[in-house]
């Protein structure tokens, strides 16, 4: 794991749970050590962006609500700092508690330990929240990532590669 890596890792729950996508807005050289696993966050729900193919992420009145992503260890310093580009001002860089579904071997586990995470775990991950005005999310449905695979992806890495390459 490169010196520089972040201590945190970071849930996805959007169009970033594409690893396509992801690479496209990071960038990562042949040196990254990326470990990516299926994790949630509960007390949380995603909407799509009305109009848009993309969610944002809000607290939930229902506690019990749990959104499903991914979980990735190992972004560089340079890797967040194009993360906070892309995301952009309506979303903001959290720290909340996120439940790993898969094991994470020690190495992949930098906040002070090199002790492997199980299956139910919770690690404190970076998480990007929707924190724009909500009206701007279609809160009558859940956002499809099966949809934004199928349907937008493609355009999505164009986009994401087009704003990047202007960093």
């Given at each position: 794991m490169s010196i520089a890596s972040d201590p945190h890792p970071c849930f996805f729950y959007g169009s970033l749970m594409s690893p396509a996508v992801l690479n496209a807005v990071?960038?990562?050289?042949?040196?990254?050590?990326?470990?990516?696993?299926?994790?949630?966050?509960?007390?949380?729900?995603?909407?799509?962006?009305h109009k848009q193919p993309y969610p944002g992420?809000?607290?939930?009145?229902?506690?019990?609500?749990?959104v499903e992503g991914n979980l990735v260890f190992g972004h560089t310093l340079m890797d967040r700092f194009r993360l906070d580009q892309f995301e952009?001002?309506?979303?903001?860089r959290v720290v909340l508690p996120v439940k790993v579904h898969d094991a994470v071997p020690g190495a992949f586990n930098v906040q002070g330990q090199c002790n492997p995470l199980a299956p139910g775990d919770i690690i404190h991950a970076y998480v990007y929240v929707f924190t724009g005005p909500h009206e701007c999310l279609?809160?009558?449905?859940?956002?499809d990532f099966e949809a934004f695979q199928r349907d937008h992806v493609k355009q999505w890495i164009r986009t994401s590669s087009d704003f990047t390459d202007e960093q």
């Amino acid at each position: 794991m490169s010196i520089a890596s972040d201590p945190h890792p970071c849930f996805f729950y959007g169009s970033l749970m594409s690893p396509a996508v992801l690479n496209a807005v990071t960038r990562p050289g042949p040196e990254s050590n990326l470990y990516t696993v299926r994790a949630s966050i509960e007390g949380y729900v995603r909407h799509p962006y009305h109009k848009q193919p993309y969610p944002g992420m809000i607290a939930s009145h229902d506690k019990t609500l749990v959104v499903e992503g991914n979980l990735v260890f190992g972004h560089t310093l340079m890797d967040r700092f194009r993360l906070d580009q892309f995301e952009g001002d309506e979303y903001t860089r959290v720290v909340l508690p996120v439940k790993v579904h898969d094991a994470v071997p020690g190495a992949f586990n930098v906040q002070g330990q090199c002790n492997p995470l199980a299956p139910g775990d919770i690690i404190h991950a970076y998480v990007y929240v929707f924190t724009g005005p909500h009206e701007c999310l279609d809160q009558t449905m859940e956002w499809d990532f099966e949809a934004f695979q199928r349907d937008h992806v493609k355009q999505w890495i164009r986009t994401s590669s087009d704003f990047t390459d202007e960093q």
